[in-house]
Structure formats: structure tokens, C-alpha cells
């Protein structure tokens, strides 16, 4: 069974943030080479505060700008404060150190390379075309929209009935009369599908066509209904800048596995322990396995 559009949606979130997370480490873009201050007559620019504000702990992003701007400019002085330091202690020449080295330097690669080939690829257009490819596929169930009267007792909801058959207005008569918390809505509770609501009130409100009620009380656990359709129709789909983001995810999360599972298939990859090369093949198996595009439009939980 496909699964609902949001729901195909999420399972695309995993990827998508550690994608994110990867980006967060410096882009090879650069500001432009303001010097905003010197340290011992070494310029710091606007490049340098750019990438230190990438590594701020998130709570900076709650900062106004100029105080985040700031934050950013005494972390460079700190950082290049303790580096100096270090470089005089010749801590650079350590084999640990050169490991780290290298190990950031890849990491940056591999960041500038998401950007360059997975995230700059996905364009606007193309969150739209699988928006639009998606919706398209659905197969949305009915809906509809009721008001409804709830009463304690059985002869309060006929006697409800006799006033509506009467020429009584249903939202008014709500307002005074029902111990709903809808009632304030005039009954209304807005749309809703099959398997929303308790069983006998799910079966009258969907046999009514718009503008029908009740003609007998209908009981449920809560006391006695008295049911009115005001529209039915096909569930609407969620409107696209409600979910564009999170297409956007799914399509950086599709691109980014497409070229993962391309270079994995072209490596010689030698892990001897069995059991953890076991752990990371099926890791990988995971990933690669959840990469298929869902096609999976069938309507909205």
C-alpha cells in the first residue's frame, strides 16, 4: 500500500537533516573581503565571521543580528588566540593532529560537494513538478462537513428535530441547546473523513448529501446527535507552500542517495571483521533501500 503524502514526506526527514548538517560545515562561497578587525595586524573579514556564525551553538540564532555578528567576531579572536598558541607549541606537528587534518578537510569536500551536485541541483521548479506529481497520484478520500446538536437525552434531540423541521436555523439552535464544545461554532465541526469519529455518528453524518440532517436522534457514548452535512468532497490536498520545504528534503535526500549508492557501487570497500562489515552493509542497504522515490500521494493523515 503507498504510503499518504505527508507520511512519505517524513520518511524522508532522516537523511534530509543529516544533508542539513553537512551543509552547516563552511561552503567554498565567500563574503565579500571585508576587514571588519585585526588580531596581532592579522585581518579578520566578513568570510571569517560568516564561517565562524555556521559553527555558533544554535541558541545564537536566537540573537538579534548584530549581537549574533558579534558573538561570531569574539570566537574568531578566541579561536586565533589559541591556535597561535598552539602553533608555537608546534601542537600542529603531531600525528593526531595531522589525522584531524585530514579528516576535516574531507569533511569540507564532502560538504562543498552536496552543494555543488545534490543541493544546487534541485531547483524551485523542480520542488514544484513533484508537488504537482504527487498531487496528481493521490487518490483522496471523501470528506465531509457536519454541525452537529449533542443533548443528554433522546427526547431533547427529537424535540430538536421537530424545531428543525420547522424551519429552525441548526447553528442557532446549536449555540443555545448543544453541550458540545462546538457549540460556540454554531455545531460546526469543520471536515472530516471516515474512521474520524465514533462509529454511529460516522454512519449518519456520511449517508447525509449537503444540507440534510438527522431525522431521528442518533446515540453514541457522549448523549444524542443531531447530525447536519453542510458539504462533501474529496480531501483536499496540503497547499504547496505548506509542504514545499519538506519536498525540497525529499528531493536532496533522493539526489543525495542516487550518488551515494553510484560511488559505494564503484568502491572497493574491504572491512575484515564480519560482524561490522554486516552492521555497515546493512546500514547502507537501509539507505539505499528508502531511496526510492515513495509515489506516494494517496491522501493526508
Do not use: C
Not at 586565533?80 to 569536500?109: C, H, I, P, V
Not at 534541485?122 to 496528481?136: G, K, N, P, T
Amino acid at each position: 500500500m503507498k504510503r499518504p503524502f505527508r507520511q512519505s514526506l517524513r520518511a524522508h526527514a532522516g537523511v534530509a537533516a543529516m544533508i542539513a548538517a553537512l551543509l552547516s560545515a563552511p561552503a567554498f562561497a565567500q563574503e565579500e573581503e571585508e576587514v571588519v578587525a585585526t588580531l596581532n595586524g592579522e585581518p579578520i573579514t566578513a568570510a571569517d565571521i560568516a564561517l565562524a556564525e555556521q559553527e555558533l551553538d544554535p541558541q545564537f540564532e536566537q540573537l538579534p543580528e548584530e549581537q549574533r555578528r558579534a558573538a561570531a567576531l569574539s570566537a574568531v579572536i578566541d579561536v586565533r588566540l589559541f591556535a597561535n598558541e598552539a602553533d608555537e607549541q608546534g601542537l600542529d606537528d603531531s600525528e593526531d593532529f595531522q589525522r584531524r587534518m585530514d579528516f576535516l578537510r574531507q569533511r569540507a569536500l564532502h560538504s562543498a560537494y552536496i552543494d555543488q551536485n545534490v543541493v544546487q541541483e534541485i531547483s524551485d521548479e523542480a520542488v514544484r513538478a513533484r508537488y504537482d506529481e504527487e498531487v496528481a497520484k493521490m487518490n483522496p478520500p471523501e470528506e465531509v462537513q457536519a454541525r452537529h446538536i449533542l443533548v443528554a437525552t433522546e427526547e431533547e434531540a427529537q424535540a430538536i428535530i421537530t424545531q428543525l423541521e420547522g424551519g429552525g436555523d441548526f447553528a442557532e439552535i446549536a449555540k443555545e441547546k448543544s453541550s458540545d464544545g462546538s457549540a460556540s461554532q454554531g455545531g460546526d465541526l469543520g471536515y472530516f473523513t471516515k474512521g474520524r469519529m465514533v462509529p454511529e455518528f460516522e454512519e449518519a453524518a456520511f449517508a447525509l448529501e449537503p444540507g440534510e440532517f438527522t431525522k431521528e436522534p442518533v446515540k453514541s457514548q457522549f448523549g444524542y446527535h443531531v447530525i447536519k452535512v453542510e458539504d462533501r468532497r474529496q480531501q483536499q490536498p496540503p497547499a504547496f507552500e505548506q509542504v514545499q520545504n519538506q519536498i525540497k528534503s525529499m528531493l536532496l535526500r533522493e539526489k543525495y542517495i542516487e550518488k551515494l549508492g553510484a560511488m559505494r557501487e564503484d568502491a572497493e570497500v574491504d572491512i575484515p571483521n564480519e560482524e561490522l562489515k554486516a552492521s555497515v552493509d546493512a546500514l547502507l542497504q537501509q539507505q539505499l533501500g528508502n531511496a526510492a522515490p515513495a509515489g506516494a500521494a494517496q491522501g493526508q493523515q
